[in-house]
């Protein structure tokens, strides 16, 4: 925890900073309201204490100001007795708390660590809410032993990381992991997929926008890196961020600073950035489609994800641990020897995402709580129909569709759109109709999944 001491008296500064220091709580000092506007703008707290009565601008001048500037960190109020009438004026403003002179520090700083927990909390509701989860890393084999000691090692530290591997790997849950093995575990953890953001948006949801910025801006937002506050920002699919935007990054990752769109000022940032592409970036920037500076500020740590075909040993304990995810009240679900084999001898060209998916199904075919080969659909019957078929050279307006009644046709009767088209229905429904995580269930981007369900009408 950092905290900004603002007070014009010496003594009660230098007592506060010697007491908080006891505390393990680290703190800076400002005598007069000026000197705390300057340090608010270069640096970045956590809570600021805040007397009433300064020299020039006043405390409540001072308040008023972060308030304006959308600075997150709480205050709490100072005053003399005879002030408490403007202290109640200053919570009315946005103030958090006061403590009338004199008072014990030992109070201070409960209240200082309550505050800042608070702050931290909502900050988490509201990463949660905006971003999502994965599958947890598991495996025993030599590679997964090593990547496991690979993300000790990081998390000791808070540089910059990027994860690689093919896409269904699991780069976000390795990021994930990265970040709770950290010292920061109990701050936000907040992820983004680029690729799932429409570019017009990109920006305002990466760094934030005060009100009437563009149409329909109706109020202040924080950005994700605001949000992220000392924890970690994920950036997933790096490589599909547009080019005018790698510059803004660029920046960004230089000075540790973000400014919201239609703001005037620069806000100090604290989190980890950890990011992750299926893509080769040393390519795109050889290409021109990705800037070289920004590659190498990315690529500070690397880590490699391997796919699962190189590791068919780690499969029953993958399988075992997404359906102790979703075992009911009826008991535990299991894989009989014949699914297991069935499951052990497929390629995975989907990796783990593809594997719980495939598990999803198994759950929905199985008949009480023992998964058999029968009932694991690894879609062989449309792949084989696939190799055979060549595909027909439609326009998207002639493009042909599955009959409405598709949903209740059994798979093994269905084309290959067909097939599709119930895929998505069917994670659509699962998902309850939220078409970001129904393309996570299938393994596709969002922009894929948004473009098959206006060609399918859905």
């Known amino acids: 925890?950092?905290?900004?001491?603002?007070?014009?008296?010496?003594?009660?500064?230098?007592?506060?900073?010697?007491?908080?220091?006891?505390?393990?709580?680290?703190?800076?000092?400002?005598?007069?309201?000026?000197?705390?506007?300057?340090?608010?703008?270069?640096?970045?707290?956590?809570?600021?204490?805040?007397?009433?009565?300064?020299?020039?601008?006043?405390?409540?001048?001072?308040?008023?100001?972060?308030?304006?500037?959308?600075?997150?960190?709480?205050?709490?109020?100072?005053?003399?007795?005879?002030?408490?009438?403007?202290?109640?004026?200053?919570?009315?403003?946005?103030?958090?708390?006061?403590?009338?002179?004199?008072?014990?520090?030992a109070e201070l700083v409960i209240r200082l660590r309550s505050l800042v927990e608070n702050k931290r909390r909502e900050n988490v509701i509201e990463a949660d809410r905006r971003t999502a989860g994965g599958i947890m890393q598991v495996g025993d084999t030599p590679e997964m032993r090593k990547l496991s000691v690979q993300m000790d090692k990081i998390a000791a530290s808070d540089v910059t990381v990027l994860i690689t591997g093919e896409s269904g790997t699991g780069?976000?849950?390795?990021?994930?992991?990265?970040?709770?093995?950290?010292?920061?575990?109990?701050?936000?953890?907040?992820?983004?997929?680029?690729?799932?953001?429409?570019?017009?948006?990109?920006?305002?949801?990466?760094?934030?926008?005060?009100?009437?910025?563009?149409?329909?801006?109706?109020?202040?937002?924080?950005?994700?890196?605001?949000?992220?506050?000392?924890?970690?920002?994920?950036?997933?699919?790096?490589?599909?961020?547009?080019?005018?935007?790698?510059?803004?990054?660029?920046?960004?990752?230089?000075?540790?600073?973000?400014?919201?769109?239609?703001?005037?000022?620069?806000?100090?940032?604290?989190?980890?950035?950890?990011?992750?592409?299926?893509?080769?970036?040393?390519?795109?920037?050889?290409?021109?489609?990705?800037?070289?500076?920004?590659?190498?500020?990315?690529?500070?740590?690397?880590?490699?994800?391997?796919?699962?075909?190189?590791?068919?040993?780690?499969?029953p304990l993958l399988a075992a641990h997404i359906l102790a995810k979703r075992s009911s009240r009826s008991g535990a679900y299991t894989l009989d020897d014949g699914a297991l084999q069935k499951l052990s001898a497929y390629p995975f060209p989907g990796n783990i995402r593809e594997l719980e998916n495939i598990l999803e199904r198994a759950l929905i075919y199985c008949e009480g709580n023992v998964i058999r080969a029968e009932d694991v659909d690894l879609h062989e019957r449309a792949a084989s129909m696939a190799a055979a078929t060549p595909p027909k050279a439609v326009s998207p307006v002639q493009t042909p569709r599955p009959p409405a009644d598709v949903e209740s046709l059994p798979a093994e009767s269905l084309?290959?759109?067909?097939?599709?088209?119930?895929?998505?229905?069917?994670a659509l429904a699962r998902c309850e109709g939220n078409r970001t995580k129904a393309a996570e269930l299938l393994g596709l981007s969002r922009k894929t999944i948004l473009n098959k369900i206006k060609a399918y009408g859905l």
């Open 1 to 105: 925890m950092r905290v900004l001491i603002v007070d014009d008296e010496k003594n009660i500064r230098e007592s506060l900073k010697k007491y908080l220091s006891l505390e393990k709580i680290d703190s800076a000092e400002a005598e007069s309201g000026e000197s705390a506007l300057k340090q608010l703008e270069t640096e970045s707290f956590d809570a600021v204490i805040l007397d009433l009565k300064l020299p020039g601008i006043s405390g409540q001048g001072v308040l008023e100001w972060m308030l304006k500037q959308g600075i997150p960190a709480p205050a709490i109020m100072i005053s003399a007795h005879g002030e408490i009438s403007d202290a109640v004026d200053a919570l009315k403003t946005g103030a958090k708390d006061y403590l009338v002179k004199p008072f014990d520090p």
């Open 171 to 315: 780069k976000e849950v390795a990021a994930r992991e990265i970040h709770a093995r950290s010292a920061d575990r109990d701050e936000p953890f907040v992820a983004v997929n680029i690729g799932g953001i429409h570019d017009g948006l990109m920006e305002s949801e990466l760094f934030g926008h005060e009100k009437g910025s563009f149409t329909g801006a109706v109020g202040r937002k924080q950005g994700l890196f605001e949000l992220a506050g000392r924890g970690c920002l994920f950036l997933d699919e790096i490589g599909e961020m547009p080019m005018p935007l790698q510059v803004k990054l660029l920046r960004v990752l230089q000075e540790r600073k973000v400014r919201r769109l239609g703001g005037v000022s620069d806000i100090p940032i604290n989190a980890r950035i950890i990011s992750a592409t299926n893509k080769n970036l040393e390519t795109l920037v050889r290409e021109g489609r990705f800037r070289e500076d920004l590659y190498y500020r990315l690529n500070v740590l690397r880590i490699s994800l391997p796919p699962l075909r190189d590791r068919p040993a780690d499969i």
């Open 415 to 426: 084309s290959m759109d067909a097939l599709e088209k119930k895929a998505i229905i069917d």
